[in-house]
C-alpha cells in the first residue's frame, strides 16, 4: 500500500513539472523554430581542420583534461574523510550511548550540512567567483571543480558504502576494530569497483563542467568553444563537438577498463 | 561468572520479542550448545553476548563488565576479547583468505599494521596455521569468492581461532560442512577452548553434534531457554518436544536417527 502511494505522489509530483516547464514538443517542430535551427546546424560543415586551429584545440583539450583531472582529485581529497565520517555503518555510536558517544553523533550533522552546502552551489558560481580570486585559468576551474564535485562525491561515496553489504564492517567493528580497519577491511574490497565506476563518470561530467565554466573565463575547451561561437563559425564548433564526443568516449573505456582491474 | 545474564528481553525494531526475559550465567572455561528449532532465537541471543544486539530490558554482564555503561575505548577492548563465527560468514567476496583471516587481529593491531598488512600480510604464518587446523591450509592465497560455502565457513572459524578471544562465540558454524568435517571442526573448537581455558558457546543445527561434545546444552524455543542441562540428563522426549514445532524428527547430522546410538556412549562429551 505505501508503495502505491508512493508511485501516485511521485506522478502527481511528476505533472506540475512538465507544465511548469512549459515542456511542449511541438514547440521544436514549428517553421520558424525549424528555420532557425537549420541555419546554424547548416554552417556546422565542413569541420574546421586547419593545422593552427588543431593545434590550438589540442592545446584546450590538454588543457580541460588537466582542469578535470585535477579537479577531481581535489574533490576526492575532499569527499573521502567527509565520507567516512558520514557514513552510519562505520559509526560505533550508532549501536549505543554512553560517555563519549554523543560527540561523534552530534559531529555528523555539521558535515552532512557543509557537504549539502558545497553541492547546492552550482559550480558555475564558484567558478566566477575564484575568477576574481585567482584570475582568468585553469585554476579557478580546478577549484570549482574540487569543491562543488568534493560535496557531490562525499555524499553518493557514503550511500554506495552503505548500499553495499555493510555486514563485513560490522561483524569487525563488534570484535573491536577501529573505524579505519573496518573500513579498509570490510567496506573497500566490496565497494571499490562502485566507487571506481562513479568517480570516473564524475571525471566526465568535469570534463563537461569544465567546459561550460571555461565560458566564464575558466580556461579549456569551453573558452575555445565560446571563441567560435561568437564569432558564429559552426565548422570549428563542430569540431569542438567532436572533440567532446571522443573525450566521452575515452571516458567510457577508462571506465570499462578500471571496473575490469578492479572487479 | 564470565557471562551474566539477568531478564534479559530484545525487541527488534519492528516489535518481535526475539528473548524473552532470559537469565543464565556461564562460567570460566565452559563450553555450551545452543540448540533449538529455527527461528528460535539462537542468533539473536548469541548477537547479544557478542554486543552486537543491545538488550532491550535486563542486564547483561560479560568478561565482567556490563558493555552498554563502557566507553569507546572500553568497549572496543571489551570487544577485542570476544570473537564470532556467523552463520553465513561476512567475508568481502574480493578479499583474499589471508587477508580475511588476519582481520580476526584488527581489534588488538594499531592501525597502522593493520593498514600496511593490507599491503603485505603481517602474519601469513599464523593465518596459515589456523586454515591448517580448519583443513584448507592450501587456500591461504585464494580469494574468497572462489570458495565454496563450506570452506568460506572454515575461514571464519578461522578467522576466530586467530583472533584468540576469551568468548568463542558460534553461530551454526558448520551448517554447510559434511558431517564428518563438521565433527572435526567442532572438535577442533573445543579443542582451542580446552587448551586456552576459555568459554565456547555454539548453536547448532545437529542435536546430535550438540550432544556428542558439549558438556552443557542450553534448549531454546520462542526467545525462552527451555532446558539448561548436561546430556546425559536430557531424554529423547524433551527433545521431541523442543523440535515439535517444526518436524515429527530431531534434526541430526544426515537424519541419522538418535534412537540407534547406544545411550551413554555418544552422549558422554569429550574434555569434561
Ligand atoms: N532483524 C530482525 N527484525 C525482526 N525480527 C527478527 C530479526 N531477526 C530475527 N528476527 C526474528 O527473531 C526470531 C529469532 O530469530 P533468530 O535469527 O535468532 O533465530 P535462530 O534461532 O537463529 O533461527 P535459525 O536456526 O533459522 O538460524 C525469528 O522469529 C525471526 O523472525
Ligand atoms: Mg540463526
Redesign the interface.
Known amino acids: 500500500m505505501p508503495r502505491l502511494a508512493l508511485v501516485v505522489f511521485l506522478l502527481v509530483l511528476l505533472w506540475p513539472g512538465f507544465r511548469l516547464t512549459e515542456f511542449d514538443p511541438a514547440v521544436l517542430f514549428e517553421a520558424h523554430s525549424r528555420e532557425t535551427m537549420g541555419k546554424f546546424v547548416s554552417t556546422f560543415f565542413p569541420l574546421e581542420t586547419s593545422a593552427e586551429f588543431l593545434r590550438l584545440v589540442a592545446r584546450s583539450t590538454l588543457e580541460t583534461l588537466a582542469i578535470a583531472t585535477a579537479g577531481t582529485a581535489l574533490a576526492l581529497l575532499l569527499a573521502a574523510p567527509f565520507a567516512l565520517m558520514i557514513t552510519r555503518t562505520l559509526s560505533i555510536s550508532r549501536i549505543g550511548p554512553g560517555p563519549g558517544y554523543v560527540l561523534g553523533r552530534a559531529l555528523r550533522l555539521p558535515v552532512r550540512f557543509a557537504l549539502m552546502f558545497l553541492r547546492s552551489i552550482p559550480e558555475i558560481v564558484w567558478a566566477l567567483l575564484f575568477v576574481r580570486a585567482v584570475g582568468l585559468g585553469p585554476a579557478a576551474g580546478v577549484l570549482a571543480i574540487g569543491i562543488t564535485y568534493g560535496g557531490m562525491l562525499g555524499k553518493v561515496y557514503s550511500e554506495i558504502l552503505e548500499s553495499n553489504d555493510t555486514r563485513p564492517a560490522a561483524a569487525l567493528l563488534e570484535t573491536g576494530s577501529g573505524r579505519m580497519a573496518a573500513f579498509f577491511y570490510g567496506m573497500w574490497p566490496v565497494a571499490l569497483p562502485e566507487l571506481v565506476s562513479y568517480t570516473v563518470y564524475r571525471w566526465e561530467c568535469a570534463v563537461r563542467a569544465s567546459v561550460i565554466m571555461g565560458f566564464v573565463g575558466a580556461g579549456g575547451l569551453g573558452q575555445q568553444m565560446e571563441l567560435s561561437l561568437r564569432m558564429l563559425s559552426g565548422g570549428e564548433v563542430s569540431t569542438i563537438l567532436l572533440v567532446f564526443l571522443l573525450l566521452v568516449v575515452l571516458a567510457d573505456a577508462v571506465s570499462a577498463f578500471l571496473r575490469k582491474v578492479t572487479a | 561468572m564470565s557471562i551474566m545474564l539477568e531478564r534479559v528481553s530484545l525487541e527488534y525494531p519492528n516489535g518481535f520479542r526475539a528473548i524473552r526475559e532470559v537469565s543464565c550465567g556461564i562460567g570460566r572455561g565452559e563450553r555450551v550448545a545452543i540448540i533449538g528449532p529455527s527461528g528460535a532465537g539462537k542468533t539473536t541471543l548469541l548477537r547479544l553476548l557478542?554486543?552486537?544486539l543491545?538488550p532491550t530490558t535486563g542486564s547483561l554482564n560479560l568478561l565482567g563488565a556490563d558493555?552498554?555503561?563502557?566507553?569507546?575505548?572500553g568497549?572496543?577492548?571489551?570487544?577485542?576479547?570476544?570473537?564470532?563465527v556467523?552463520q553465513?560468514p561476512?567475508?568481502?567476496?574480493?578479499?583474499r583468505v589471508v587477508?580475511a583471516v588476519l582481520?580476526?587481529r584488527?581489534?588488538?593491531?594499531p592501525?597502522w599494521k593493520?593498514?600496511a598488512s593490507?599491503i603485505y600480510p603481517a602474519d601469513i604464518r599464523g593465518a596459515g596455521q589456523m586454515l591448517a587446523r580448519m583443513e584448507i591450509a592450501d587456500k591461504l592465497f585464494e580469494r574468497c569468492d572462489r570458495l565454496s560455502g563450506g570452506q568460506l565457513q572454515r575461514v571464519g572459524v578461522a578467522r576466530v581461532l586467530y583472533?584468540q578471544?576469551d568468548l568463542i562465540l558460534t553461530d551454526e558454524p558448520v551448517s554447510a560442512v559434511d558431517p564428518a568435517l563438521s565433527d572435526r571442526i567442532i572438535g577442533e573448537l573445543n579443542r582451542e577452548a580446552v587448551a586456552r581455558g576459555v568459554m565456547l558457546v555454539a548453536s547448532l543445527h545437529a542435536v546430535d553434534l550438540a550432544l556428542h561434545w558439549f558438556p552443557r546444552i542450553i534448549g531454546v524455543r520462542g526467545g525462552e531457554i527451555v532446558f539448561d542441562l548436561p546430556p546425559v540428563r536430557i531424554s529423547d522426549a524433551m527433545l521431541r518436544e523442543l523440535y515439535a514445532s517444526e518436524s515429527a524428527q530431531v534434526p541430526t547430522q544426515d537424519n541419522r536417527p538418535l534412537e540407534t546410538v547406544p545411550p551413554g556412549v555418544r552422549r558422554r562429551p569429550m574434555y569434561s
Open positions: 557478542a554486543t552486537a543491545r558493555p552498554w555503561r563502557l566507553d569507546r575505548a568497549l572496543r577492548r571489551l570487544r577485542s576479547c570476544i570473537g564470532m556467523h553465513v561476512p567475508i568481502p567476496p574480493r578479499q587477508t582481520a580476526g584488527l581489534g588488538q593491531w592501525v593493520s593498514l593490507l583472533q578471544p
